[in-house]
């Protein structure tokens, strides 16, 4: 087998984050591209804030989501990766740098991400719940369309 020179790391390191980062896109792409499809008609409503269902604020719930092809699933799923991109960066770093026999980089990059991961999984107190959870995913107004005079 080859050895994990510095060079070797950083290319796959550059694969892995360009690939994440294109199927993080293609993601939110395709949930965009549905929720359009179903909902692209309707007028948004702007004057009253409307958090994510709460379904869509833990990762268990978008993966659920996104399995079933909830439009708005996919596109937290996408964004959910986009996240996961460059922790997998990080922890890829932690086991190239333990192949190539770095202590020092190994414990300071556990140090990192363990700083990032419990950044991440901590839920501030400031947490936006909406007083009800939607039912439709189409959140439209009451109010008539805006007619565009000259």
């Excluded at 199927?23 to 702007?46: E, R």
């Excluded at 990032?116 to 107004?141: D, K």
Aim: net charge positive; charged share 15%; glycine share 8%.
């Amino acid at each position: 087998m080859r050895e994990w020179s510095d060079d070797r790391v950083q290319g796959v390191i550059g694969t892995l984050l360009r690939w994440g980062v294109i199927f993080a896109a293609l993601m939110v792409l395709a949930g965009g591209a549905m929720y359009l499809g179903s909902c692209g008609s309707t007028i948004p409503d702007y004057r009253v804030f409307r958090g994510e269902p709460p379904e869509l604020r833990a990762v268990t719930g978008i993966v659920r989501e996104a399995a079933s092809l909830n439009p708005l699933g996919l596109i937290q799923f996408g964004l959910l990766l986009l996240i996961a991109t460059p922790l997998a960066r990080v922890a890829f770093s932690v086991v190239a740098f333990a192949l190539q026999r770095d202590r020092t980089y190994v414990v300071v990059t556990l140090f990192v991400l363990a700083v990032v991961l419990f950044g991440l999984s901590r839920e501030g107190s400031n947490t936006v719940v909406p007083p009800e959870r939607f039912a439709p995913m189409c959140i439209s107004s009451d109010a008539p369309p805006p007619s565009f005079h000259r």
